[in-house]
């Protein structure tokens, strides 16, 4: 087996997974983090959010040393033959992917190449379709000395939150833009530990694989609503059980797809929202027309405020409201994008004062990330339901169906279709 010295910039839920994906993979691996409490969390061996088995894996290679992090990007990537970019892209003002992070990263590791030796960079953080080789080539080329010899791919994730370590370490594939041979090789080389079957495809496809799929699960999603909407207008259909009717169908039967053709309060969280803008935009770019598209996006926004409407249509500014789920979804502790912000904001912006919220796993995350959102965190959803007027169910985790007695007991919206 080939072993490689592979340096990961960015250790976010992506990058950390893949340093220590490919430290199971029998590498060496160089995690670059710059936010300093991060960094150190993850030297002292805790993940910075809630991850199942990737805490053991994380344990597990920083201590028979296959892994470790740093904030000293140019060393790490001097002594690697690959450089992994892993950090965020997200929405720019105009939807737009922006790709300031990406370019500091090559900054931050591009003077390793001074040494004429090859090294190759993949670019792991989703992109939009064309922009390996129409903003990130060209931008290695005006920064390359002669000297300089640097392989180019992309190699979009797919990983789930909450299944990060499952999804990288048995993906159902492995996607690869490359137009570079001896890349290409590499590339096998690298992943071949994990038998997992592999696609080497043209830059753009890398690119465009990861959107569709994105885009395709957003669709979903905003059709279900939008359907939900339609139910909930004529009345006297009981949406949550008609949905799963329609999964008993067998040409669902075995799978996870049946969350996303689901009614809900909107996707959130950090892909969903901002890949199918920056789709949008980059179909702006090339004068192609996205109605469908269009319309996903635009349901989705409105998604926080017809569930506050809801809510204000059964209450009185002065109830007190209680918040069941803070996540964008049920087993992760990520509050980006999350339409609990959104709801909760939407009511304070009308007066309510009274907000009690509980989360199994994310009251500390949301009250770092929206301080100016002012309610009271409750540490167990019983609580909630005893102190609300009214209570609303947000995300879809499973211990909320198991007190479905005690929330049916006071007026309740399941937001989530999840009772
Ligand atoms: N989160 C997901 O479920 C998921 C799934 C598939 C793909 N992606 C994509 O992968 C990319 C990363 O996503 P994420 O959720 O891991 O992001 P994240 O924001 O959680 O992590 C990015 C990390 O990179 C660090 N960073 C940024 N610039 C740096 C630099 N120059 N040097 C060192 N560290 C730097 C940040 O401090 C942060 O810790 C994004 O493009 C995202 O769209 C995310």
Not at 50 to 56: G, M
Request: charged share 20%; aromatic share 10%.
């Amino acid at each position: 087996m080939e072993q490689y010295t592979v340096t990961v910039i960015g250790l976010g839920f992506v990058g950390l997974t893949t340093a220590l994906g490919l430290a199971e993979a029998g590498h060496r691996v160089y995690g670059v983090e710059k936010e300093p409490a991060r960094l150190a969390q993850i030297q002292a061996g805790q993940l910075p959010f809630a991850e199942p088995n990737l805490d053991k894996a994380l344990v597990r290679h920083l201590a028979n040393g296959k892994f470790q992090a740093t904030n000293n990007a140019l060393t790490a990537a001097t002594a690697s033959q690959i450089i992994f970019l892993c950090v965020g892209t997200p929405c720019g003002d105009d939807g737009a992917a922006d790709l300031q992070y990406l370019r500091q990263a090559i900054d931050d590791t591009l003077a390793a190449f001074t040494d004429g030796q090859y090294r190759l960079y993949v670019v792991k953080s989703t992109v939009p379709p064309g922009t390996t080789k129409r903003a990130i080539a060209p931008y290695l080329a005006e920064h390359q000395t002669p000297a300089m010899q640097i392989g180019l791919v992309n190699n979009p994730e797919f990983l789930r939150e909450g299944y990060c370590w499952q999804d990288f370490i048995q993906a159902d594939r492995i996607v690869c833009g490359c137009e570079d041979e001896e890349a290409e090789k590499i590339m096998r080389a690298l992943y071949a530990p994990l038998a997992i079957p592999f696609h080497s495809v043209s830059l753009n496809t890398g690119e465009y694989i990861k959107y569709l799929s994105n885009s395709m699960l957003a669709a979903m999603i905003s059709f279900a609503n939008e359907m939900a909407l339609l139910g909930e207008a004529i009345g006297d259909i009981e949406i949550a059980r008609a949905f799963r009717i329609l999964h008993e169908d067998r040409r669902w039967a075995d799978g996870s797809m049946k969350s996303y053709v689901y009614p809900g309060c909107g996707y959130g969280g950090y892909c969903l929202p901002k890949d199918t803008k920056a789709l949008q935009a980059q179909a702006k770019i090339y004068h192609a027309e996205t109605k469908i598209l269009d319309q996903v996006i635009a349901l989705n926004e409105q998604m926080a405020d017809k569930v506050a409407k809801r809510i204000m249509a059964q209450t009185k500014a002065t109830d007190r409201i209680g918040i069941l789920g803070l996540s964008f979804k049920p087993n992760s502790d990520d509050v980006r994008d999350t339409p609990a912000a959104k709801v909760i904001a939407l009511l304070q912006e009308n007066g309510y004062q009274e907000i009690m919220v509980y989360d199994p796993a994310a009251n500390g995350l949301f009250a770092e990330k929206y301080p100016q959102l002012k309610v009271s965190y409750y540490s167990n959803a019983e609580d909630v339901c005893h102190d609300a007027d009214i209570v609303v169910i947000l995300t879809a985790w499973s211990e909320f169906r198991e007190i479905r007695d005690k929330i049916r007991r006071k007026p309740f919206i399941d937001g989530r279709y999840l009772l």
